[in-house]
């Protein structure tokens, strides 16, 4: 019902001022719902730069909700938004609704791979969400993106979890091993075909 009632507040042919829409748009986040995302959806078009950014963050917030019917709108926007804030925040909600919706990989693959967009910053964070989908959906592609030479990848080894180790090797960050990414997952294919049914046993 709420949500309902911030229809006229974060419409921009009905709210004149972009701060009320903005906060609008804030406030339908955290309310939640299926028709807070509904209302979402037209904040997302509005023309002021910071009612679109607070638009996609409430979407981030709803991802707990999992709904696919998020991830249109965010598309949209990825594709077709002109402000290089707007697109981020686009592909920071995708990456957590990915969390919920494993649909979500084959549309951050598909703009990462079409050649649209050319800002590497976005497609950074479309490498960084596609790591977040459920079930590993989007591991594949991240795999893939390591003939982008626009994009890098790197690899930092620790062995202890302190500030001096972690700082010494994000200073000399190595090389992703892709050998090593294969025959870890020849391991975990192993395990499970092998591992689980031989487990019982030696117990």
């Known amino acids: 019902m709420a949500a309902l009632l911030l229809v006229h507040a974060v419409s921009d042919s009905l709210e004149r001022s972009s701060a009320v829409r903005a ?19 037209i904040a997302i078009c509005d023309r002021n730069v910071t009612v679109r950014i607070r638009a996609l963050e409430g979407v981030r917030i709803l991802r707990k909700i999992g709904t696919a019917f998020s991830v249109i709108p965010l598309e949209t926007v990825l594709r077709n938004d002109g402000d290089l804030g707007v697109r981020l925040a686009a592909a920071d909600a995708l990456g957590e609704v990915g969390k919920k919706e494993r649909s979500v990989a084959g549309v951050l ?90 487990s019982p046993l030696l117990w």
């Open 109 to 198: 693959g598909s703009v990462l791979t079409s050649g649209t967009e050319r800002n590497v910053s976005v497609r950074l964070e479309i490498v960084k969400s596609l790591g977040l989908v459920r079930d590993k959906a989007g591991l594949t592609l991240t795999t893939a993106m390591h003939s982008d030479p626009d994009l890098t990848i790197r690899r930092i080894v620790f062995n202890e979890i302190t500030p001096d180790a972690i700082r010494e090797a994000v200073k000399h960050p190595g090389d992703i091993d892709l050998p090593k990414v294969r025959a870890q997952k020849a391991r975990r294919v192993v395990d499970r075909l092998v591992g689980y049914n031989l």
């Open 23 to 41: 906060e609008a748009a804030t406030q339908l986040g955290e309310i939640g719902g299926r028709q807070a995302l509904e209302t979402l959806g």
